[in-house]
Nanobody, 125 residues
Framework: QVQVVESGGGLVQAGASLRLSCAASGRTFSTDTMGWFRQAPGKEREFVATIDWSGSSTYYADSVKGRFTISRDNPKNTVYLQMNSLKPEDTAVYYC??????????????????WGQGTQVTVSS
């Protein structure tokens, strides 16, 4: 079983920055693709960003491209999401996912095998 723990959320004003962290257990972290998703009230979980095992390939949702950066530190079993120029529409619970089985596509929540409990990000206008 893989344990995933997100942290770093909070309440900020529009234009501010936050860095989310995701710590995942397991000896295979360095070979796992990782992803960040978010879910606003009344909406489905949506893709934010993903990073491959080496950190060399990253993909972003159009809504965050140029503002968010995903990175990872394999020795620390941690993946990060640096969020700059935050907007009120970024308000959501942010979830970190571990993709191990490689079913589906990287932007689909169903393609990820393990999830954390989420961390709340609230951006005020």
């Amino acid at each position: 079983q893989v344990q995933v723990v997100e942290s770093g959320g909070g309440l900020v004003q529009a234009g501010a920055s936050l860095r989310l962290s995701c710590a995942a257990s397991g000896r295979t972290f360095s070979t796992d693709t990782m992803g960040w998703f978010r879910q606003a009230p009344g909406k489905e979980r949506e893709f934010v960003a993903t990073i491959d095992w080496s950190g060399s390939s990253t993909y972003y949702a159009d809504s965050v491209k140029g503002r968010f950066t995903i990175s990872r530190d394999n020795p620390k079993n941690t993946v990060y999401l640096q969020m700059n120029s935050l907007k009120p529409e970024d308000t959501a619970v942010y979830y970190c996912g571990v993709r191990r089985s490689y079913r589906g596509s990287y932007h689909e929540a169903g393609a990820y095998d393990y999830w954390g409990q989420g961390t709340q990000v609230t951006v005020s206008s």
